[in-house]
């Protein structure tokens, strides 16, 4: 009977055992629970948890302009970016978009977030890229430039050869585009940067000259001019001048130059592109004031300097305040760089400040 009674407690231990390790686990399900609630009221743990989501959500509303595309764009249905956006409202306590019927404006609490959230959006969903450019590991990816079609033809090609070189597996897109299309693709954030030649720049925009050309009068190897060694703007303002279109900045800098003279000027013609121009030039339709970027050399046509009257013009690099800089984008920026400072020393001029060119508040260029 003893050994039986003995049997049985050895029987009823290990239950007992048993019992108590339930018990105690389903005490730790509770406390644990109870941690994840009252992380989940934390404000920190609710940052760390959706924020990222919110501002993607957000980040994407803005580039696209419709909550409607930004869904698409991020494989969410629309009401749940919806969601996001209002949640981001809520917390930050500020209206981020004005809504005038469908379409969507970024309120002035609106522009401050998304300067803050851009490179941080950018940042986190590229940081592979960026990992791997930290240890020179640069072998995928794209970049898209804009830049008008002289800056194309003349200032690129040797920049553009040394980055395909270097990194032959990064996609490189150069997109033609001058003036206001430009600035418009690079607000939008549909292109990297542009290189390009601006007057001045507005308060969202970086402009950094990395080169100058001079300005120089191109005419027929028959005319009148191109037998003078020396020309004044009065030699000049007789004659039809073939220019750039009226919104680019070279129309702008021969007005004011004429204008500072108490001269009048007229345009025979008005051409898209260096390459037209000094083709019309040669074939005897007028003359022109261009920058010696586009010279090679070749040209039928007599060049005379302008230096005594025309600026500099300074080419650059021209970035939207606060946008994320790829590693693949800063590299071309540093071999763009590079090559001129090898090349051009430290000639990198722009307009002078005091111009009233520069004051004017409007930005034109590329």
Same mark, same amino acid.
């Given at each position: 009977?003893?050994? @039986? ?28 629970? #109870? ?79 998304? *300067? ?20 020179? *590991?640069?072998? #995928? &990816? ?27 597996? %990064? ?19 549909? @292109? ?25 009068? @191109? ?20 004659? &039809? ?17 004429? *204008? ?23 074939? &005897? ?28 013009? #300074?080419? &650059? ?24 400072? *090898? ?7 722009? %307009? ?7 004051? #004017? ?6």
């Amino acid at each position: 009977m003893q050994s @039986i009674n003995k049997l049985n407690m050895l029987d009823v231990v290990p239950y007992f055992s048993g019992l108590a390790n339930i018990q105690k686990k389903k005490i730790r399900r509770k406390i644990i629970a #109870s941690r994840s609630e009252k992380m989940a009221e934390s404000p920190n743990f609710y940052y760390k948890k959706n924020r990222l989501k919110q501002l993607r959500a957000f980040h994407q509303v803005v580039r696209t302009g419709s909550i409607t595309k930004a869904a698409e764009a991020l494989f969410l249905s629309q009401p749940s970016v919806s969601l996001q956006l209002q949640a981001l409202e809520r917390e930050l306590d500020a209206p981020l978009f004005e809504r005038l019927g469908t379409s969507l404006k970024l309120t002035p609490q609106g522009e401050v977030l998304y *300067q803050l959230a851009q490179p941080l959006v950018e940042g986190i969903d590229k940081l592979d890229e960026s990992f791997a450019a930290a240890f020179g *590991q640069i072998d #995928s &990816g794209e970049i898209s430039i804009g830049a008008g079609e002289s800056t194309i033809l003349y200032i690129m090609p040797e920049p553009v050869r040394r980055f395909i070189e270097a990194y032959p597996n %990064v996609r490189l897109k150069l997109q033609n585009v001058t003036g206001r299309d430009g600035l418009r693709l690079l607000r939008a954030d549909e @292109i990297d940067l542009a290189v390009g030649s601006m007057l001045d720049a507005a308060d969202d925009i970086l402009y950094e000259p990395v080169v100058t050309y001079d300005a120089v009068l @191109i005419t027929p190897l028959d005319h009148p001019l191109a037998k003078k060694e020396k020309v004044t703007l009065a030699d000049i303002s007789p004659y &039809g001048l073939i220019l750039p279109p009226r919104h680019l900045s070279t129309w702008r800098i021969v007005e004011y130059t004429f *204008q500072e003279q108490g001269l009048t000027y007229s345009v025979t013609l008005e051409a898209g592109g260096w390459e037209v121009i000094k083709k019309y030039v040669e074939l &005897g339709m007028g003359i022109s004031v261009v920058t010696d970027i586009c010279l090679t050399g070749q040209e039928k046509v007599a060049r005379i300097p302008l230096t005594n009257y025309f600026p500099s013009r #300074s080419y &650059g690099i021209v970035l939207r305040k606060g946008r994320y800089i790829s590693p693949q984008a800063q590299r071309f920026i540093d071999i763009l760089r590079d090559y001129y400072l *090898q090349h051009c020393g430290n000639k990198q001029h722009a %307009v002078p400040e005091e111009d009233p060119l520069s004051a #004017s508040g409007t930005t034109e260029g590329f």
